[in-house]
């Protein structure tokens, strides 16, 4: 997928664990998982606002996109 979620990025920046952050979001924590470790298909705006919210961020801070041939290329160099 050309969009990566850098939610961990931005997680460690405020040093707020998965936990406390589930629950200022109130989400759970496997889905808040799937969010940090870039496993997620979709994100819910609600969700994205929640987050940004606890956080004090922008969604451009969390959300990045990456040029999948790009990102295959720099794969196939390693």
Do not use: F, W
Not at 32 to 41: Q, V
Request: glycine residues 2%; negative net charge; proline residues 1%.
């Amino acid at each position: 997928m050309a969009i990566k979620i850098n939610l961990d990025v931005e997680m460690a920046k405020q040093k707020k664990g998965l936990t406390e952050l589930a629950n200022e979001v109130d989400i759970t924590l496997a889905n808040l998982s799937i969010l940090k470790n870039n496993k997620a298909k979709a994100i819910r705006l609600s969700t994205l606002n929640a987050i940004c919210k606890a956080l004090h961020c922008q969604p451009g801070d969390i959300l990045e996109y990456v040029d999948e041939e790009e990102d295959h290329e720099q794969a196939s160099e390693k």
